[in-house]
């Protein structure tokens, strides 16, 4: 058995914004309906596992209703689209995605964040040490007392810090 990378999702926002559109697969209700990933392995039409917190690629969806998208998820996966008279959905979302209107290339996210560079170290203000201030000040109380009281099994405790 050989081990391989897993190979990262591949995304395509405008395919999705067309399935919404079409109507449901199973019940023929009309748009808009949810796109609905295949999670399940299929090696003859070259579809990896999908594993737990993970999001298939958007080329293996077909559009479901909200009902029928519930009820994909809630059971067998495969066994729910041959009930539903669907033996093989991963040919049809195989041909969904080749006749889509616009063909998009699908774009992988990037996994590195973008963040703003840092500031140069001359330019950087420096924190203040405890108790003192930038330019040596004495830090000032705030004019409370420090002795608290407090109950301790019914009794009253005075305690100075």
Not at 8 to 16: F, G, H, K, Q
Not at 22 to 35: A, F, K, N, Y
Not at 148 to 154: A, E, Q
């Amino acid at each position: 058995m050989t081990l391989r990378q897993r190979q990262p999702r591949e995304e395509d926002p405008a395919y999705l914004a067309y399935v919404r559109t079409l109507p449901c697969t199973v019940c023929r209700r009309p748009g808009p309906s949810d796109p609905a990933h295949l999670r399940t392995a299929a090696r003859q039409h070259g579809k990896p596992p999908t594993g737990m917190g993970e999001k298939p690629s958007d080329c293996w969806v077909l559009p479901l209703c909200r009902t029928h998208h519930d009820d994909q998820h809630r059971n067998n996966e495969l066994a729910w689209w041959t009930r539903q008279g669907i033996p093989d959905p991963f040919a049809l979302a195989i041909a969904l995605y080749a006749a889509r209107p616009v063909q998009t290339r699908p774009r992988r996210p990037s996994k590195v964040k973008s963040s703003k560079p840092r500031k140069a170290k001359s330019d950087r203000r420096p924190i203040p040490r405890r108790g003192k201030l930038a330019g040596n000040v004495e830090m000032q109380s705030r004019g409370f007392d420090k002795t608290r009281s407090r109950k301790f099994n019914g009794t009253v405790v005075e305690r100075s810090q």
